[in-house]
């Protein structure tokens, strides 16, 4: 929403001395209520300000709802994905973990020698193997991964709004972000990562009114 | 932003067909342009729609950054937060992996028999002692947390945005809610907790305008 300098400086009076009557906001102002009217009508559509007969006007204390879903609607995967953190298929679970720490992340795409999406696997499942006591080392990691066609995955054109509910609807904490190769059947590209921390430092970023 | 049905199928028109003059619209909607002019003025200062002379009305590409940031500022760890998840200091490594699986959770809070907290043991701490091949059943899970002072809380009074920032910057999967407890120095009553999975759930909110 694009305020006028006039209409920050009602809300700030409203904020201050609300509520108040729009006689007493002009005359703070130094203006007629007549100047004022559309401002304040403008206020009152935008679901910032409320008027209360015989009371005046105050801050809304009903959110700005419908506008901050807009916004949020609009952001795509593509704008916000991640590098893809990926693992051979070959790779043994003991490698999975290693990899796991050094990047410092909770999911691994496991990917075949072209790159394409085989599955993923995450500190859960790395848990489960790691507490079952087999040999962490001989354990190939495709053992224990989600494969395809039960992997959750998203699109750069997706809005993130949709990946975020895949994620907790899945109850997963990460999504692999492929297109189709073409010509290849079923076959994925990777081409990055949409996760909970991902949607965390989006949420920052909207709140700090940089995104 | 609370919008008329009449300013929604404005958008919806200008969406789908803009840019598009004022009598264009005027015309689907079999309205007059002076009786539109209201909504037009309303949604173009409200920078939904941007207009050029000669072009006409079109969706606004400059998101509103300003109030977006503004509603989610006054989101309080007390209105989202997730119950606690805890364990005792005397419980073993592998108590805490078990109850990790059966509650589904990332992250627990490790605390005394008062239930104050003592510790955070993530699902990061427990596959690093897996794999460190000791006894967990018998390894205390005190002898792997993170313990206080070094712990990130956060309080029912804080923004989430506050709390989401310390997720990002000291790089942890969830933060206990605290508060003091009266006249016992530094203990810390856990009320519960603020994940990555509680901040995605609430983009998911804002996003479907339910929050």
């Keep these: 929403m694009q ?11 409203v904020k201050r001395s609300g509520p108040i009557t729009s006689q007493q906001i002009a005359a703070e102002l130094n203006l007629t209520r007549a100047t004022l009217r559309p401002d304040l009508a403008i206020l009152t559509m935008a679901g910032i300000l409320e008027a209360r007969p015989r009371v005046g006007y105050f801050l809304s204390s009903k959110p700005s709802q419908a506008l901050v879903a807009e916004e949020i609607k609009k952001i795509r995967v593509g704008d916000i994905k991640g590098l893809p953190r990926v693992i051979r298929a070959g790779a043994s679970v003991y490698e999975a973990i290693v990899s796991m720490f050094l990047e410092d992340v909770g999911t691994l795409m496991v990917v075949d020698d072209e790159g394409h999406l085989e599955g993923v696997v995450s500190r859960k499942d790395l848990l489960k193997a790691a507490i079952g006591g087999g040999d962490l080392q001989k354990m190939p990691v495709s053992v224990i991964m989600t494969r395809m066609p039960n ?17 907790i609807e899945h109850e997963v904490d990460a999504l692999p972000v492929v297109r189709p190769v073409n010509g290849q059947g079923k076959k994925l590209k990777v081409l990055g990562r949409i996760t909970k921390t991902t949607i965390t430092n989006l949420f920052v970023e909207l709140g700090e009114g940089r995104s």
């Design 151 to 167: 992997i959750i995955c998203t699109t750069p054109d997706e809005p993130v709004l949709a990946a975020a509910r895949k994620i």
């Design 3 to 13: 305020l006028s300098p006039r209409q920050e400086q009602i809300i700030a009076i």
